[in-house]
């Protein structure tokens, strides 16, 4: 992401904002200059109307030039947080999914959500802050040399050795802060992971054990936090005790001057004002140089975030492939998902017709679902060609490939919204008749209409309200509706009840009359009715055949079949 032309494209509004906080501060300066004057009238007795009239109509610029200024900067920083969220979003939908199974989420949200936030303060509030109070500070400082220069050497002095010490402990927040922040993410992603997992923390009867844990996390935030509390409180009070140094130096020289007449009091009054407006900005300033900091190190990490490797969506339109060209071909694939480990898939080859129900069975960690991967090119072989209807899937547009292509995965995520909204998800300008069809195609027109919406019934988190079969149903009637040539189907492992188990079988056989089926088998039932079986293991493609075919001569695939397709932790090898 290129912050500087994210801040270019809203530096209409910045600019806006800052030189109206100038212009406030050059407002600001002017007051005591007039208090100067007025105190000057008074004394000689001479009208003071125009002065009392100026002042006010300063103060009320000062006020309207501050509100301004205050909007103007919140709306820039506003848009540039939008802006670099919207091209996070972008960026992490269609990253790489090799890439972003290595981020953890917490850390991605903290990045979206925190990291953007203080980029924001940084890039619009700090930094405007800082231009505001610098000017402030250097317009005091001016006005005071010119009022007295030697008075001005005092107070330098005094505020100089509070500046070095509110500089310092500047410093010190920024680095707290910054600790703090990495133990907030730790404590958000540690919640988030056990969060995900609830039900397996609620089963092992972990809530205590994953309570205590996080709590030491959140512990460790809260003793960060304390120490950022810790050193910005003495801030202040530093730059105070300057301030309280410094006046009583001005005031207590100042008065002995302005008795010898050496010093006006109008110039004591407007110096000692001047001191006041000096004090704040400059405070100010080192806080704001602080935020600029911590701000850039959020910025790096949303950067770094931002160079998450996407997926490329050019690529030739597919072809109008020939009947006779098969569905999906596999030419000696080999595939592995990081250099150090060993192949998850090694010199697969295989071609599927264009219609009919194809079983996939092997041991756990045999690599099946890394077919589907390649399939639906989440990740791309080291070695070979997957083709599609006799074009190597690399070479398609990505949205062309997986519009042809139907998933239903195992645990059938499900959005929330009602039954209507998941099934388009997909597409979502599908017609009532479409609809309808792939509910029939499912089986589900049954449980549909028993429910009290029908298709308008909402279902909570993660599709709750169904039960596994229906889900899995729903998954295939949602993918069904984008009429895929290849329907990639990851056999659900739990045991659905006999009814569901009929309508899914049913269902399957039906859809293989119109596509390819391609179906990761977890039960006999699945593979005895399939067209064709392939026994996968230890990542190669072992034999094809029909069930009676593999009963007579596939030791791996007898082996599955009498444990009825249920293998466990890859022990069948
Ligand atoms: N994201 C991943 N990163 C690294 N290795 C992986 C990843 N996913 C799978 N693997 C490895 O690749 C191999 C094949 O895994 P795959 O998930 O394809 O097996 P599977 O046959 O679908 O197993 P199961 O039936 O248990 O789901 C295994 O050794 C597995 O450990």
């Not at 940084?122 to 231009?131: D, E, F, K, R, T």
């Not at 993410?185 to 092992?204: D, E, H, I, P």
Request: net charge negative.
């Amino acid at each position: 992401m290129n912050v500087s032309a994210v801040v270019r494209r809203h530096r209409l509004l910045l600019g806006s904002g800052i030189l109206l906080g100038l212009l406030g501060t050059a407002a600001t300066l002017l007051q005591p200059l007039l208090i100067g004057d007025l105190i000057e009238a008074v004394a000689v007795d001479e009208p003071t109307m125009r002065p009392i009239l100026l002042l006010a109509g300063l103060f009320a610029a000062d006020a309207l030039l501050a509100a301004t200024h205050f909007y103007l900067i919140g709306r820039a920083g506003e848009n540039i947080v939008f802006d670099m969220r919207g091209t996070l979003t972008g960026r992490l939908l269609h990253s790489r999914i090799r890439a972003f199974n290595r981020l953890e989420h917490g850390d991605v949200f903290t990045r979206t959500v925190a990291d953007t936030s203080l980029a924001r303060v940084a890039l619009s509030s700090s930094v405007s802050q800082m231009i505001t109070s610098g000017s402030t500070v250097v317009g005091c400082v001016g006005v005071m040399a010119w009022l007295d220069w030697r008075m001005l050497l005092a107070t330098v002095g005094c505020l100089g050795a509070a500046s070095v010490i509110g500089l310092g402990l500047a410093r010190a927040v920024r680095k707290a802060a910054v600790t703090n922040r990495e133990d907030t993410s730790n404590y958000g992603s540690a919640l988030l992971r056990v969060l995900g997992a609830l039900t397996t923390v609620k089963a092992s009867r972990a809530e205590e054990r994953e309570a205590e844990r996080i709590g030491e996390l959140a512990n460790a935030a809260r003793a960060s936090g304390i120490h950022v509390t810790r050193l910005s409180a003495m801030l202040m009070p530093a730059m105070n005790v300057g301030t309280q140094v410094s006046l009583a130096v001005v005031i207590a020289w100042g008065m002995s001057r302005t008795a010898t007449g050496a010093l006006p009091i109008e110039d004591l009054t407007a110096f000692i004002m001047y001191l006041f407006y000096l004090v704040s900005p400059l405070v100010m300033l080192f806080m704001s140089l602080g935020e600029i900091q911590q701000g850039r190190a959020a910025i790096d990490r949303v950067k770094d975030l931002a160079r998450i490797e996407t997926e490329s969506t050019e690529g030739a339109p597919a072809s109008t492939p020939v009947a006779e060209t098969p569905a999906v071909e596999f030419k000696d694939v080999t595939f592995s998902y990081s250099d150090t480990t060993e192949p998850a898939l090694t010199g697969v080859s295989f071609s599927l017709p264009r219609t009919g129900v194809t079983a996939i069975v092997g041991p756990s960690g045999a690599g099946k679902t890394t077919l589907f991967q390649l399939i639906e090119r989440f990740q791309v072989p080291d070695a070979g060609t997957v083709r599609l209807a006799g074009t190597d899937i690399g070479a398609l547009r990505l949205d062309e490939l997986r519009s042809r292509i139907g998933l239903v995965e195992q645990d059938a995520p499900l959005m929330r919204g009602t039954i209507r909204e998941n099934l388009t998800y997909a597409r979502p300008e599908a017609t009532a008749a479409d609809i309808d069809e792939v509910i029939a195609a499912a089986h589900l027109a049954d449980v549909v209409s028993a429910l009290p919406d029908g298709l308008d019934t909402h279902l909570g988190e993660a599709g709750i309200g169904l039960s596994g079969g229906q889900r899995q149903r729903l998954a295939i009637a949602r993918a069904l509706l984008t009429r895929p040539d290849v329907l990639l189907l990851d056999e659900a492992t739990s045991h659905l009840d006999s009814d569901s188990e009929t309508a899914l079988r049913e269902a399957i056989s039906a859809i293989g009359a119109r596509c390819l089926v391609l179906t990761i088998a977890h039960r006999l039932s699945t593979t005895i009715g399939a067209d064709r079986i392939l026994v996968i293991e230890d990542g190669k493609l072992r034999a094809t055949g029909t069930h009676t075919e593999l009963m007579e001569g596939d030791t791996t695939y007898q082996r599955l079949a009498s444990r009825q397709m249920t293998p466990v932790g890859g022990g069948a090898r």
